[in-house]
């Protein structure tokens, strides 16, 4: 601490990212990134980029993405917003729509930044329990709110919720937003984006770092009714308005056109995580239902932070959750077949189970 720092300041708990190793020895199954390398037709677009542009501001609107994402998702270009990764767009949302006299509603269990932001810009949460069976129960989402926030499926737990349950929500709440973050929707859940038409209370937003191989990218959108994308863009243009570089937009436009390489990897890291669950099970491990490119699991009888040191001992990184509830808990990200295989061979080597 500083005397230099605020009371705002002061009070921040930030967001704690997964580790990022150093060494090139080490198997990351730890902050779910994609195990396949980005599309061929990025390395094309950077290879064919020119350089002498980068002198120049990019373009504030990133409209190469936003025409691309209008194009894939078939909605008109004023429904789209583009940031630097999702957790820009979070925040934006946050703070356009979200500082209400009433409080926002978000699961218990989910993704932790949510907390952050509340915390950030002074909002009021009220935490709705999760199922017994960890999912998420949108018919308890019925009190006055200044909105709601959930990630479909959810995280850490892997759990998604059905488009149905999603649109019954938004026919029971139609004065405040409902943001549902997709970060992980195209690896089995069905997305909300088919109900944007028929509810301007609905925003979705997705990235680019899972399915699309392009976290090193940070590049993250919105979809929406033009009114929250004018919002979103307000408070854009207020805090940053240029937050895509051009080598972003380019990447991002080439990975988002290929469509056949982004439903290949995808399948094939839904093939792995089902095999990696049916092995995890024959260990003794409990596995969540995932809908996402990583599964969510315990076993019977080791601890979950002894498992994470046992194998991060073995170079293989996974990430381990302390709040309570979650501690028994370890969340393994799914790489190659090959990385998998390593997983579980090491776990048949530890003596406790």
């Not at 026919?171 to 038409?197: H, K, M, P, W």
């Amino acid at each position: 601490m500083s005397k230099f720092w605020s009371d705002a300041l002061n009070s921040l708990q930030p967001y704690v990212p997964g580790e990022q190793p150093k060494t090139s020895n080490i198997i990351k199954l730890n902050t779910n990134e994609n195990p396949y390398p980005p599309s061929p037709k990025v390395t094309e677009a950077l290879d064919h980029f020119p350089v002498e542009k980068l002198r120049l501001y990019p373009d504030p609107d990133g409209s190469v993405l936003k025409e691309a994402l209008s194009n894939y998702f078939e909605l008109p270009i004023d429904h789209v917003f583009v940031g630097n990764g999702s957790d820009e767009v979070l925040a934006h949302a946050f703070m356009a729509f979200f500082r209400q006299k009433k409080p926002l509603l978000m699961p218990t269990m989910t993704y932790s930044f949510y907390d952050v932001y509340c915390n950030l810009y002074n909002i009021e949460a009220e935490h709705i329990p999760l199922a017994d069976d960890f999912c998420i129960d949108l018919s308890q989402y019925h009190q006055d709110n200044g909105g709601i926030i959930f990630a479909n499926p959810n995280a850490p737990t892997g759990i998604a919720v059905s488009l149905g349950e999603i649109e019954e929500l938004l026919q029971r709440n139609t004065n405040t937003l409902v943001l549902v973050d997709e970060a992980y929707v195209d690896f089995g859940a069905e997305s909300a984006c088919s109900l944007i038409a028929k509810y301007p209370n609905l925003l979705v937003v997705q990235t680019l770092s899972k399915s699309r191989s392009l976290a090193g990218m940070r590049v993250g959108f919105a979809l929406g009714h033009p009114d929250l994308i004018a919002g979103l863009e307000r408070v854009k243009n207020s805090f940053n308005s240029y937050p895509l570089d051009m080598l972003a937009l380019a990447s991002a436009t080439a990975a988002i056109e290929d469509t056949d390489y982004f439903a290949q990897t995808v399948q094939q890291i839904i093939k792995d995580r089902n095999w990696t669950t049916e092995q995890l099970k024959s260990l003794g491990f409990e596995v969540l239902p995932s809908s996402t490119n990583f599964v969510f699991a315990r076993h019977k009888s080791a601890a979950g932070d002894d498992l994470m040191t046992y194998l991060r001992n073995q170079n293989i990184l996974v990430r381990h959750f302390t709040k309570p509830g979650l501690e028994s808990y370890l969340r393994i990200s799914i790489g190659t077949r090959e990385e998998m295989q390593t997983l579980i061979t090491a776990l048949e080597g530890y003596t406790h189970i």
